[in-house]
């Protein structure tokens, strides 16, 4: 039906882009927010709305046991929270202290401890089953008051275990938590594994993962290298094309005339004779020979510009996706005017602490426990400081003490040998503990019970001044004269 033109009506400038549209965007979700049509910026023609997220790849044993003897990196990444941790360990103190120190001594607790963390790190899980002398199977729950002693400590790591069995009643406190674990044999040894009851073992996991992640992967948690292994292909990939680029510094360019004809005419000899020679003759000390009206060579140099500010970013990426400095992660000094690194290395001691307290502090309990045979053992772990003091701060420390000291000694509260027991040998010296209790309670003592002041003697006698009420002497009689 022809329509006049007058009452033909233009298409809005909406509908002609709806027009345009392919088939595909009619199907196509779209949640709320911005969206211009003009630009494209939030509809189908926006590149960045094409963009989803998609899990790359997720590790295997064997990829993550390649990556870890391998690469420097990734090794790093997995060993250095574990060293760093026990690289001045802790202290026991309490009344089983000298029990617990000769029982650790013995089963080579720390280490067993750092090997457990490595593995659960690059596996994702690991188990320290110890040798128990207690009553029970394997697969029953262990009454660890009864343990009479502890012969060794295994570390197990996820590729020889997985959940068998998990807590499923949900009014217990590990309702979703592993029950009973199947232990694999090693590929040498023959035979079926055995059952074993989590309490009877010590669980180390990596990263946290949740209820379902851990039934998909079998028990287990993720690697630690699994969330930054595309920042490690990234960081690896441009240090590789940077060295790509230093073997190829420069690049020659010969030019030829004639060169199409004599490809065409199939002369193909000539050309790589010619090229051997001019690539064998060209050195830094020999010269090169050219047609002087048909030949050209020139060396062009490679441009590095811009590359090792590249590879800084790359470092940096690295360093915020797994959390540890880069001044660590690369070994290099703090760039920058006055840069010292304390706060870099602050914030990393800080967050080794913290995995100490709150992630090794209670399986170090549990281990304790099976070790001393209680379910209250009187031991106190006290983590030592990462950062230890110079030198010069160590000096300075101890100046400041002495001061502190002083006042103290000095004042009305402490004793001078409360505050040097309490103080202890920090200044260097050796002191008497056994004497200076008998100080102390002597001064004690002397604060209780002070002596009587002494008898003020006679009025006028021994010295004592004279009584202003007392009435006045008679002057004394002249000495009598000796006959002449």
């Not at 630690?224 to 510094?249: C, E, H, K, N, W």
């Not at 160590?394 to 006042?407: M, S, V």
Request: aromatic share 10%; with cysteine; proline share 8%.
């Amino acid at each position: 039906m022809w329509t006049p033109k007058f009452l033909r009506r233009k298409p809005r400038l909406d509908e002609a882009f709806t027009a345009s549209m392919p088939k595909p965007y009619e199907a196509m979700s779209k949640a709320d927010g911005w969206e211009n049509c003009l630009t494209g910026y939030g509809t189908w023609r926006d590149k960045v709305k094409h963009t989803n997220y998609k899990l790359s790849c997720s590790l295997d044993d064997g990829t993550l046991s390649d990556m870890y003897y391998t690469d420097d990196v990734a090794a790093k990444l997995v060993d250095k929270r574990p060293e760093e941790a026990f690289r001045r360990g802790f202290d026991v103190e309490g009344g089983q202290a000298d029990l617990w120190k000769k029982k650790a001594a013995a089963l080579d607790y720390k280490s067993k401890v750092k090997l457990a963390w490595k593995w659960a790190r690059l596996y994702g899980g690991a188990l320290i089953v110890p040798g128990l002398m207690a009553p029970g199977l394997a697969d029953q729950p262990l009454d660890v008051t009864k343990v009479s002693d502890v012969k060794f400590l295994n570390v197990i790591d996820a590729r020889r275990f997985k959940v068998f069995q998990y807590y499923t009643d949900p009014t217990k406190p590990k309702y979703g938590e592993p029950e009973l674990y199947e232990v694999m044999p090693y590929a040498a040894v023959s035979g079926a594994g055995f059952i074993l009851h989590e309490s009877r073992a010590i669980r180390f996991d990596g990263t946290e993962v949740d209820y379902f992640k851990r039934l998909e992967l079998g028990g287990k948690a993720y690697s630690v290298l699994q969330r930054p292994y595309d920042v490690i292909q990234q960081f690896a990939t441009a240090f590789a094309g940077a060295a790509v680029l230093m073997s190829d510094a420069s690049q020659a360019v010969f030019k030829m005339k004639g060169l199409f004809e004599m490809i065409a005419a199939n002369r193909k000899d000539d050309f790589q004779t010619r090229m051997q020679l001019i690539d064998m003759s060209r050195s830094a000390l020999r010269a090169v020979i050219l047609d002087s009206e048909g030949e050209d060579f020139q060396r062009i140099a490679t441009q590095f510009a811009g590359i090792p500010d590249m590879l800084d970013r790359f470092m940096i990426r690295l360093a915020a996706s797994v959390d540890m400095p880069v001044t660590i992660l690369m070994g290099r000094s703090p760039a920058g005017e006055n840069a010292t690194g304390a706060s870099d290395f602050q914030h990393w001691y800080d967050s080794i602490a913290a995995d100490c307290v709150n992630y090794l502090g209670p399986k170090c309990d549990l281990l304790d426990q099976m070790i001393l045979g209680t379910l209250t053992p009187d031991v106190k772990r006290t983590w030592l400081p990462l950062d230890e003091p110079t030198e010069k701060e160590k000096a300075e420390t101890r100046k400041t003490n002495a001061e502190a000291d002083t006042l103290l000694a000095g004042g009305p509260i402490y004793y001078p040998a409360e505050v040097a027991i309490a103080r202890g040998d920090f200044y260097g010296v050796e002191i008497d503990e056994a004497h200076l209790e008998e100080v102390l309670k002597a001064e004690q003592e002397l604060e209780l019970n002070p002596p009587p002041p002494p008898p003020a003697p006679a009025p006028g006698a021994g010295g004592a001044p004279p009584d202003p009420n007392a009435p006045p002497k008679p002057p004394a009689a002249p000495p009598a004269k000796q006959a002449a």
